[in-house]
């Protein structure tokens, strides 16, 4: 079939019509006004020819007049990539021999420069892609534009945007021309621009039909012609929306607050690593006293603040417990949230909602005892957590006597959270206090830099100490180094798998570090025992370190003395201008360099047990595979434990299931904005604070680390594969202890979210190299090869003139 009426074309057709004319296909049978037309379809395309003698009659049916001939390709207008403007348009043709060129153009559009690099971006294969081409009767508008059925710029799903002009649309939709702009909610506004009340009404409902029909918000393009009638061009999802929240069931608004880059987390989780951090999380806050819900939106980990904002006593000091994990851009939006009259303080007090003054007095108790412990005795309490640590990582293995798939998962059900974690817990809280508590305290003695200054070098991080023994591995490759340096990491991990790579030491280094890896947390993602090719990518940084004195060891070494040094001209001062705060200061300062690097090591001891379990689930997933259920051993990720025991239990098939999540996981994958906090109509609600000024250029973040670096930007989406030579200054969204390896070589940091005492921030320190973190889109404002000024004290990010073009094979 080479020609077909638009009127015959169903939603089923994508593949032989095009995403653009199943859309109008299924907007016709739905009894939406669409100028008539016919479609080319991509078997006419496949050949290669167009089918003249089809094309010529079905354009005599439409009365031979003037024509709009659009591209509708396979991979267009689908739910996560819209091919907006990407292939051609060609309007007002008349005539045979132009309307047979247009479509030509229309199918050489297909592998021009811009769809290309598009499909390119979402990761869509070039072959499989197919041309359709749809012709239909022009429409002279009177008025034109486009409408969407949700915000675009917010992501409010209570509200629509008009973007109208006088015209043909191809003025709004490629920014010709200056355009109306609508927002249609329930706020009455006095009429103004091109278009009539009567008119807006008309798209809201249409707007309003149009998202319950397709059961997504929808991207439309429409034209209002003379006569006042309404055609409508295109209805395609809107791909640029972050997903919205569940339905909550109740009337008032939710905010919800993204938790996952807490972790350095970014990316979406799988379902099993989500079902597990649901609980897990919610269990670590509920041991201190807070009862959070955790909502899966968008594959990413949000808690639910409600409670605690509408919370008389908590809502007062939400905005300062966010400081330490969550950061600035957490803070900035929360503080909004609770101006909010809508989030005002209900009545019955902080106890409904689990407060932080809720904790029990048992739980208080024991963390008063802890803390104080750890202050008084930090030897004793990094001694006590090793050994904590060690039992762990002894009880995280299965019993010898696992033979079965429903053994295995009994074994995967069974499992209880660890009831003896004080020997961890408070040491760290410990130290979390005795680094923040002295900014406070030497108010007008010392400012945030000199502070942070005492916590370089900080002895005691597990993360740390893995970083230098992969340093120590590279440093000691000697006749293996330029096998190390020529040869794909990818290629490197897979003999080392096989056992067919000479001993380098990876074997020694990852039976201590190989239960860690990228996004660690999540059970879905491999291990570095199981994929390490993200660590052969740092060995072979590490080995183009040519010049010693940069190398980590010694500029560990280097900003160890300097932080010993800062602390004592700290405390000298701090104790001649102001003696009892002084003394306090200087000794929560020794006891953050004595227990704040024990942070790293709660999550270390946690990933055993992450370890074990992903190793059974694996064994099941293999099981299902052998017995049909499954097409490979990892989709078990792509379900709940839940799930797993129906397709043990009951041979349930869930094959269906994972393909349709691996899909939406890849689609996610994709994603590059993440919303801090979102409100329950889809808002994000850092889209509706007030701009701030960009001044010159210069990116402002927050300076997380002192010290001022200029250098080229590696901007870096999977630190897996990066390629980052001494001196590039490494820009990411975000960072966790995967990402660390890359730091050796970094001349300085640049992140989109982050707290001051997240991971990356306190591993740049730690370091001595700069960072600033919270720089809202780094790694589309900045370009790889770009000249920047990296400024930890001051917290700015200065760009230098135009990016130079990427390096072949750097990602």
């Known amino acids: 079939m080479h020609v077909i009426a638009l009127s015959e074309v169903t939603a089923a057709m994508t593949a032989l019509v095009g995403g653009k004319a199943a859309g109008l296909g299924e907007l016709i049978r739905h009894g939406e006004r669409v100028p008539d037309g016919f479609c080319v379809t991509t078997e006419a395309h496949r050949l290669g020819v167009v089918p003249t003698a089809e094309v010529v009659a079905a354009y005599q049916r439409l009365g031979a007049g003037p024509v709009a001939v659009r591209s509708s390709a396979t991979a267009e207008d689908l739910p996560d990539a819209s091919f907006a403007g990407q292939q051609d348009t060609v309007l007002n043709v008349t005539g045979t021999a132009e309307l047979i060129a247009a479509i030509e153009k229309c199918w050489a559009s297909l592998h021009g420069d811009r769809a290309t690099a598009y499909r390119d971006a979402r990761g869509i294969d070039h072959q499989t892609v197919l041309m359709a081409v749809v012709v239909q009767r022009m429409v002279t508008p009177a008025v034109a534009g486009v409408l ?20 043909l649309g191809t003025t709004v939709v490629d920014g010709a021309t200056a355009v109306d702009h609508y927002v249609l909610d329930d706020v009455t506004r006095d009429q103004a621009g091109c278009l009539t009340a009567t008119q807006l009404a008309r798209l809201r409902a249409t707007g309003e039909r149009l998202q319950a ?138 106890r409904r909602g689990g407060a932080p003054g809720g904790a029990s007095l048992r739980t208080a108790g024991r963390a008063v005892v802890g803390i104080l412990r750890a202050l008084a005795r930090p030897e004793a309490a990094r001694t006590r957590m090793a050994e904590a640590i060690e039992q762990l990582r002894v009880r995280s293995a299965a019993p010898a006597d696992l033979r079965t798939t429903a053994d295995r998962l009994r074994f995967l059900q069974a499992q209880d959270a660890d009831d003896s974690a004080d020997a961890i817990m408070w040491p760290i809280v410990a130290g979390m206090l005795a680094t923040a508590l002295p900014t406070a305290l030497l108010k007008g003695v010392a400012n945030p830099d000199e502070i942070h200054a005492v916590l370089g070098g900080m002895p ?10 992969l340093w120590r591995l590279a440093q000691d490759a000697g006749e293996h180094r330029e096998l190390l340096l020529d040869t794909p990491p990818a290629e490197l991990a897979a003999r080392h798998l096989r056992g067919t790579l000479p001993d380098i030491g990876m074997a020694a280094f990852l039976d201590v570090y190989g239960h860690r890896g990228v996004a660690e947390v999540d059970l879905g993602v491999p291990r570095w025992a199981e994929e390490p090719t993200p660590v052969f990518a740092a060995v072979a940084n590490y080995l183009r370190v040519t010049d010693p004195q940069q190398g980590p060891d010694q500029r560990f ?137 960009t001044g010159d250029g210069t990116l402002a973040g927050v300076g997380a680390s002192a010290g001022r670096v200029t250098g080229p930007a590696r901007v870096v989406h999977d630190p897996g594969s990066a390629h980052v030579e001494p001196g590039d200054i490494l820009v990411a969204a975000t960072t966790d202890p995967g990402w660390t390896p890359l730091f050796l070589t970094a001349a300085a940091l640049v992140t989109e979210t982050g707290a001051i005492m997240a991971h990356g921030p306190t591993v740049a320190r730690e370091y001595g190299i700069p960072a600033v973190i919270c720089v809202p889109d780094a790694t589309r404002t900045i370009t790889t090869g770009q000249l920047i000024t990296v400024d930890g004290g001051a917290g700015t990010v200065t760009p230098h003139g135009p990016s130079a073009p990427e390096q072949e094979g750097r990602p």
Request: a positive charge; one cysteine or more; hydrophobic letters at 40%.
């Open 213 to 350: 029909h397709f059961g997504c918000p929808q991207d439309v393009e429409w034209a209002i012609d003379a006569d006042d009638v309404l055609w409508l061009l295109q209805s395609r999802p809107i791909t640029s929306l972050f997903p919205a929240p569940p339905p909550s069931g109740k009337p008032l608004p939710r905010v919800y607050l993204e938790f996952g880059h807490v972790q350095g987390m970014r990316q979406p989780v799988t379902p099993m690593g989500m079902s597990t951090l649901r609980a897990q999380i919610a269990a670590m806050l509920a041991a201190l006293g807070v009862r959070v819900e955790i909502v899966d939106i968008g594959g990413r980990l949000y808690g639910d603040l409600t409670d605690l904002a509408r919370d008389r006593s908590s809502r007062k000091r939400l905005v300062k417990l966010l400081a330490v994990d969550f950061g600035p851009r957490a803070q900035a939006v929360m503080q909004h949230v609770l101006a909010d009259p809508r989030f005002a303080p209900t009545g019955g007090g902080a």
């Open 148 to 167: 969407f059925t949700a915000n675009p710029l917010t992501g409010r799903r209570d509200e629509m945007a008009v973007d109208a002009a006088a015209g």
């Open 557 to 693: 070494q280097r900003a160890a003395s300097a932080a010993e040094t800062a602390l004592r001209e700290l405390t000298t001062r701090a104790r001649r201008r102001r003696p009892v705060r002084g003394r306090l200061a200087g000794f929560l300062l020794r006891r953050a360099r004595s227990l704040a690097g024990l942070r790293e090591a709660g999550k270390f001891a946690g990933l055993y047990s992450l370890r074990e379990t992903r190793r059974q689930l694996l064994l099941i997933g293999a099981d299902l595979h052998d017995s049909g259920l499954l097409d490979q051993p990892d989709d078990i990720m792509f379900l709940t434990l839940d799930e797993a025991h129906t397709a043990v239990h009951q041979g349930v098939d869930l094959r269906g299931t994972v393909t349709a999540r691996r899909a939406v996981h890849r689609r996610e994958l994709r994603r590059r904005t993440v919303p801090v906090a979102l409100l329950s109509d889809g808002t994000d609600v850092e889209t509706v604070l007030p701009a701030t000024p």
């Open 460 to 469: 005691h991080n597990v993360t740390i100490e893995m970083d230098l023994a």
